[in-house]
């Protein structure tokens, strides 16, 4: 699991909040209108951030381009909640969560001053997959204020890079009563957290780039059989198997296409060259007089 942050504007504020609480007709993430009906969690957040916003406002008034709404994402590993979707009744399964949920923004709201508004859990995002399986993007948004009424400060302001790492404890530490693992820490992997089209964009790219590199390759292979250069040929065999494994850690259809279709082909001896036998050779041209023969004068 992850938890991944935002911040956002009053101007914008209200906009996010009916998206999350799916206040508009179309939305272009929601896989299908019959899953919204799956989603618990408030239905008042536009309203109670406008009652927290305006005691803000009763108090000192927020400046125009003041963050004054945190947006944070709360994603769930989707085997781990299938497994408590079978194991649990629905009932169970939102009783369950929103008691972890509350528990993990309480901790952040102690910690760091949040003022946090409230929740709602997603389970109508998602896609389908290269077998046509579908694959729910379970995950929470969490809804925070900035500001600290008892100091009447705002406390993202004196927040570091390390504080949501903290944050992202806290959430793994809420969320083992349930099985659910903390995320590994993109210092340690590299990796920076991606929104959905632009990770679906990557994974396209990437599994586009080694498709290329595979097809390059096995040219190379074929030339190098039909030029019987050994070293070219196990060197190709190599690097054409290295493609296929990277292949398959990204798109496993491709993998299985590709794989089916070349993998006979290399596993093939490689042929031998071909040759006459002495028996079947043409005579050669002898001429009538050799320079051997020719008498002197």
Known sequence: MSFNAKYWKHSKAL???????????????????????????????????????????????????????????????????????????????????????IVFAKKVEKKYKLKFISYVQH????????????????????????????TKTSPLRTMKR???????????????????????NKKKTGKEHLEKDDFIKQKHNAASDITSNISNTFKKLVKSVFTLNKNDYKQGIKKFRYYLQELKNIDEQAFEEVSSLTEKIISKPKPKPKTRSVNNAKPQYKPKFQPSDRKAT
Do not use: C
């Open 15 to 101: 906009a996010l909040l009916g998206h999350s609480e799916r206040l508009f007709q179309k939305n272009k993430n929601v896989i299908s209108p019959e899953l919204s009906k799956l989603n618990f969690g408030s239905k008042n957040l536009s309203q109670s951030y406008l009652d927290i916003h305006q005691q803000r406002q009763d108090i000192k008034k927020a400046r125009v381009d003041a963050n004054t709404l945190i947006e944070g994402v709360l994603a769930f590993s989707n085997d781990r909640f299938v497994e408590l979707e079978q194991k649990l009744s629905e009932e169970e399964l939102r009783e369950q969560f929103n008691k972890q949920i």
């Open 123 to 150: 389970r109508d995002e998602g896609h389908t997959d290269e077998n046509g399986k579908l694959k729910i993007n379970h995950h929470a948004h969490l809804f925070f204020y900035n500001y600290d009424f008892e």
């Open 162 to 184: 390390k504080d949501w790492s903290v944050i992202q404890d806290l959430a793994g530490i809420s969320f083992r009563t349930l099985n659910f693992i903390r995320g590994k």
